[in-house]
């Protein structure tokens, strides 16, 4: 599979883009489908959603986003714009803020530490989960093809019988997290872009 052209972009540093009214929209946008993947695993495939913590539902994401796109179709990346690597794997920093400011926590800047560890109880994702979505929405569609075809591609990665370390592990196999991932980097420092996830080799078992 051809390389990112734009190459390695380990030391690019990701500003936390100013709130406009635009941004607010949009960040409202991820929420929206974000949620409606939470109503599809609901309703579509039968979890019990209440099992599922941010942790786990933040990798279904990455790797929906992930199936969605390919070298000429940039896919739900337009969406979910602000991945970032982080020890247990990619993470779209908006949307866990949002979840964090749900959950009642500080508004502040997320950081890798905020997950507990693997052998602690994980924040039950609860804030923006809906007994009904309308999916409504400009990427409803999208994100309903996206995960069938995660779903056709590899039905256990949606299944709480799959251990949350053997996502994580799985999502550290794509080179998207690999060139952008730094264990000594501080919040902002370790951006994926939308073209990364692109032309990433892509691994779903």
């Known amino acids: 599979?051809?390389?990112?052209?734009?190459?390695?972009?380990?030391?690019?540093?990701?500003?936390?883009?100013?709130?406009?009214?635009?941004?607010?929209?949009?960040?409202?946008?991820?929420?929206?489908a974000f949620e409606y993947m939470i109503h599809l695993l609901k309703t579509e495939y039968k979890?019990?959603?209440?099992?599922?913590c941010t942790?786990?539902?933040?990798?279904?994401?990455f790797f929906t986003v992930g199936h969605s796109c390919d070298e000429e179709n940039p896919g739900l990346t337009t969406l979910f714009n602000r991945f970032e690597a982080w020890p247990y794997g990619p993470v779209e920093v908006d949307l866990y803020r949002?979840?964090?400011?749900?959950?009642?926590?500080?508004?502040?800047?997320?950081?890798?530490?905020?997950?507990?560890?693997?052998?602690?109880?994980?924040?039950?994702?609860?804030?923006?989960?809906?007994?009904?979505?309308?999916?409504?929405?400009?990427?409803?569609?999208?994100?309903?093809?996206?995960?069938?075809?995660?779903?056709?591609e590899n039905p256990e990665l949606l299944d709480l019988s799959t251990s949350l370390h053997s996502l994580i592990e799985l999502s550290h196999?794509?080179?998207?997290?690999i060139e952008a991932y730094r264990p000594d980097a501080a919040y902002g420092q370790c951006p994926i872009d939308g073209v990364d996830i692109q032309f990433s080799n892509k691994c779903y078992r």
């Open 1 to 32: 599979m051809p390389r990112n052209p734009k190459g390695q972009n380990s030391m690019r540093t990701q500003r936390t883009p100013e709130l406009t009214e635009a941004r607010k929209e949009h960040i409202q946008r991820k929420i929206a």
């Open 98 to 152: 949002a979840i964090k400011r749900g959950n009642g926590e500080e508004d502040s800047q997320p950081a890798p530490e905020d997950f507990p560890p693997l052998d602690s109880p994980y924040i039950v994702y609860r804030t923006h989960v809906k007994e009904v979505a309308s999916g409504q929405f400009a990427e409803s569609g999208d994100m309903q093809r996206a995960l069938r075809a995660l779903h056709r």
């Open 55 to 61: 942790l786990r539902l933040m990798k279904i994401l």
């Open 173 to 177: 196999r794509w080179d998207c997290w």
């Open 47 to 52: 979890k019990d959603i209440t099992q599922y």
